[in-house]
């Protein structure tokens, strides 16, 4: 598309002057959304990324509603006999009704805004607040004790269609259908009259922006508040003062963004949020919405049509200033509203609607929340495991004693209920019960008789059981969701177990209700009813697998090519952007998650650093001080020989690196391996322990394993101990960089593992770390049943498409590999001034291809050493040079 030149200076409205790598960003950005494209933008940790995404898409944002406005107004025609004065005379009747529209919004916005001002300003003087609305606190939501209300209704549906879910009707919008359809062709904002005809809603061109966790949007959101852009559509200069307020209108916008989460999230009734998981806390909010539930049991925060004005009210506040998750829950206690539901009154009018991954990219997420993506733009931040978040979402297993338990809890419910079963209802929950003990058999089976770890699982030795394979999976599936068996079967058990508490000891009850339901959790057979779907639909992108640890045998059902879930997001879209800070290799996203796209509608973008080349220095580590090669393939890993000179090269090259240095092994059993052997065996030439020589050097921190990644406020802490709350950060982390700090100018040493606790997420700024070593590749391990399937489906679509089919899996299988490397390499550099050597112990790093799937920017400080006599004389320039 050719552009005129005065547009590559484009204004951004960067809250500070940005550097030249973010203005490739930006514009690339505003092009590829312009363009309709799919944009795949590396951009590493530290360059301001947010900031880029922010202002790139949002000015193509604001500049899109300008031109739409001005297309609008240019396609209001009169009669060809009317003068040209009557055609101007329309176009500005128009022009000025569209502006009072968004006038009157912004207005009442404002007003908000200045209110909530006011009563902050009050309680910081110390003033009393105003009263909050009562909440009500009795939620329990508890049903009566009365066994009838667990029967099953009556169910007599043969049809072979699911109901489909309500489709939101528009209210009369009091334009013209001709004018509705033009304005909402071009994009501009339809608007709609709610039934009282006293709210307008707006439906704005939007951006969604997706990050993997809340607390990622959270930053982000802090972000946006840090941008100011003037309105899409600068106010009539005749009448830029407000009628109510009397006031100017500002010559700025405030974006109207939203965040949007989970019921999880979001839930404000006590009695179901303490429930704890996502799956219980839905399954209880829905079941108290069931007709038939009784007033006082219902939750009083759902909004109902006598609580619209509540609910346009949150809308108001919630678009009145940027807020993250936490606000909109406080928001919807203050009101008295469920912000859950109260929540998608704001998506319309919204600018810019932020969400965590699951409800983007699950279509019954954005089924429920009513979240039509059609035309607008998607941001998808930290992208760098998009391919493998998809593959995680669409994926699900379920254990051997799940499986025993819900047949369990079925039993227990029929030796009540049987008599009472009629009809369609006998023949579903019978067909439940087979089903379930086909694959209960297959499981024992499995347990008992094969030798195998793990394997692949044929969907027919599934059904094998007793007229199971008469079944018809999709009608049972709709029987099992509209019958709310699950439901009805956990409350019966939950009724029974408590009934039992009653009895004294002596009285015996029924020892076999005692069915270990998890205490908070969500009914068992939910989850088998997920399973179900698997099964239902096992589309030949997925596979079953069988898989047995100390924990039992599971079954698993598992998606292999992402390819088509996220289709249906790129085809609604206007233009779909995966960003990150190491997106490479890039190769991976055009051939596996984008294969049906023409290439010349995929946009690449890989950004420098914000650093000069010069304060990096990165070198393949080939041979140790005994001259072997490095090399920690599977089979030669564990050569004792290798692991000494490993431990000899890491204690060379933390004397000539200054403070922090941080190791990645590829896994913690090879950690462990070759921590043992350092304890063992001794430096070369002295008489103490490798381990101990190297801890005189610098003291040895080890990852947690198995912790849950440190919280953002901890990371961030981890750059600046000095607002660090204890409470939150990770003490292993804590201790590493008080170490640095306080420790004579030793440093510290951090021995992690690549994929682990420490590999994402946090950031080893200036001397927590000025080295990074990656020990080895960590190649997945292709015996296992899942990559197996994997490589073999590559294999064979390539095949089919006219490729060389193992040389795609091949480049597939390194990709993975370098993914995980990058990520870890990636966290050395945090800003401008930042410096860092990063060493790359195995002798694959010295291979052309190896090296090709580097970021750019490191590629760019890449020295090929041949000895470590070198490797070590090239630290000692790099670090020379930055001590002067
Ligand atoms: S309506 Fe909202 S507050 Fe009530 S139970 Fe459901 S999610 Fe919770």
Redesign the pocket.
């Known amino acids: 598309m050719n552009r005129p030149a005065a547009e590559k200076e484009k204004d951004f409205h960067h809250p500070y002057e940005p550097y030249d790598i973010q203005k490739k960003f930006m514009n690339a950005l505003y092009e590829c959304i312009e363009d309709g494209k799919v944009g795949i933008f590396e951009s590493p940790t530290g360059t301001g990324k947010s900031l880029s995404l922010i202002c790139g898409s949002l000015t193509w944002l604001r500049d899109h509603k300008r031109r739409t406005f001005d297309e609008v107004l240019a396609a209001v025609t009169v009669d060809g006999s009317e003068p040209e004065w009557m055609l101007e005379h329309e176009r500005k009747e128009k022009k000025q009704a569209l502006l009072s529209q968004r006038a009157d919004f912004e207005s009442r916005l404002a007003k908000i805004r200045a209110k909530e001002k006011m009563i902050r300003e009050r309680f910081e003087k110390g003033e009393p607040q105003y009263k909050r609305q009562k909440m009500t606190t009795d939620?329990n939501?508890e049903d009566d004790a009365d066994e009838a209300r667990f029967v099953l209704d009556d169910y007599e549906s043969e049809g072979d269609t699911f109901v489909k879910s309500r489709v939101r009707t528009s209210a009369d919008s009091g334009l013209s259908m001709e004018t509705q359809l033009l304005m909402e062709e071009l994009g501009l904002p339809t608007r709609q009259i709610s039934a009282e005809g006293e709210e307008e809603i707006f439906d704005e061109m939007k951006i969604f922006y997706c990050s993997r966790t809340h607390s990622q949007l959270t930053q982000f959101a802090n972000e946006l508040r840090r941008v100011k852009m003037p309105p899409a559509i600068a106010p009539d200069p005749l009448n830029r003062k407000n009628s109510d307020t009397d006031v100017e209108v500002d010559l700025e916008e405030e974006f109207k963004h939203l965040t949007l989460g989970s019921?999880k999230n979001?839930?404000?009734?006590p009695k179901?949020?303490k429930l704890g998981s996502a799956t219980a806390?839905n399954e209880?909010?829905l079941e108290?919405?069931q007709p038939g539930t009784s007033v006082d049991c219902k939750?009083?925060?759902?909004p109902t049509k006598q609580t619209e004005a509540v609910v346009n009210n949150f809308r108001d506040h919630a678009l009145s200033r940027i807020q993250d998750i936490e606000d909109l829950g406080k928001l919807?206690r203050k009101l008295g509203i469920?912000?859950?539901?109260a929540s998608r009154s704001a998506i319309r009018p919204c600018e810019i609607v932020t969400l965590p991954y699951p409800l983007l990219l699950q279509k019954s997420a954005r089924e429920a929340l009513e979240l039509s993506l059609k035309g607008h733009v998607i941001i998808i931040d930290e992208a760098h495991n998009l391919m493998d978040a998809i593959a995680g979402i669409h994926s699900i297993s379920v254990s051997l004693a799940q499986l025993q338990r819900s047949r369990a809890q079925l039993g227990v419910y029929l030796q009540k209920f049987r008599n009472k079963l009629k009809g369609k209802n006998r023949v579903y929950v019978t067909q439940t019960v087979r089903l379930l003990d086909s694959l209960t058999g297959y499981l024992q089976s499995k347990n008992a008789n094969s030798k195998d770890a793990e394997g692949l699982v044929q969907i027919g030795d599934l059904m094998a059981g007793k007229g199971v394979d008469q079944i018809n999976l999709f009608k049972l599936a709709r029987y099992l969701q509209d019958s709310k068996l699950a439901r009805k079967v956990d409350g019966y058990i939950i009724h029974t177990e408590q009934e039992q508490v009653k009895l004294p000891r002596s009285s015996g009850g029924n020892s076999t209700v005692s069915l270990n339901r998890p205490k908070e959790g969500a009914p068992v057979l939910t989850h088998i009813q997920s399973f179900l779907l698997a099964l239902m639909n096992p589309s030949a992108e997925g596979r079953f697998f069988y898989s047995k640890d100390e924990g039992g045998i599971v079954l698993k059902y598992m998606l292999l090519d992402p390819t088509f879930h996220f289709k249906e997001v790129v085809e609604e879209a206007r233009a779909v952007i995966l960003a990150g800070g190491t997106m490479s290799p890039m190769s991976d996203y055009e051939q596996h998650l984008f294969p049906y796209l023409d290439p010349s509608c995929i946009t690449t973008v890989s950004c420098g650093h914000v650093i000069p080349p010069s304060n990096l220095v990165a070198m393949p580590v080939i041979r140790g001080l005994s001259g072997t090669e490095f090399d920690f393939t599977f089979e030669k890993r564990n050569s004792e020989s290798m692991i000494q000179d490993l431990g000899n090269a890491i204690l060379t090259f933390i004397q000539h690196i200054p403070d922090g240095v941080v190791v990645f092994f590829p896994s913690y059993p090879y950690l462990d391996t070759c921590l043992a052997a350092w304890k063992r065996l001794n430096h070369s030439a002295k008489p103490i322990s490798l381990w101990d020589n190297i801890n005189a050097i610098k003291p040895i921190f080890l990852e947690q394993r198995g912790q849950p990644k440190p919280s953002s406020s901890a990371i961030n802490s981890i750059g600046n101990l000095a607002t660090a709350s204890s409470s939150v950060v990770d003490s292993v982390l804590t201790a590493y960089s008080a170490a640095i700090t306080t420790g004579n100018g030793r440093g510290a040493l951090l021995l992690a593992v690549i994929g682990g606790t420490l590999s994402e997420g946090i950031n080893f700024s200036d001397s927590l770390g000025r080295g990074v070593i990656v020990v080895g590749l960590p190649f997945p391990n292709l015996h296992a049943a899942e990559w197996k399937a994997k490589m073999q489906y590559i294999t064979s679509k390539a095949t089919r498409g006219g490729k060389d089919g193992k040389a795609t899996a091949r480049d597939f299988y390194e990709n993975a590999c370098m993914r995980a490397v990058n990520q870890c390499i990636g966290r050395a550099i945090r800003h401008r001034g930042d410096y860092a050597a990063i060493l790359m112990v195995d002798r694959r790093y010295g291979s052309q291809r190896i090296q090709a799937k580097l970021p750019d920017w490191i590629r760019g400080s890449l020295r090929n050493d041949a000895s470590l006599r070198e490797v070590v004389s090239g630290l000692n320039d790099f670090f020379e040079t930055k001590k002067q």
């Open positions: 939620q939501g019921r979001l839930c404000i009734n179901v949020n806390i209880r909010c108290l919405q939750c009083s925060y759902l919807g469920c912000p859950y539901y």
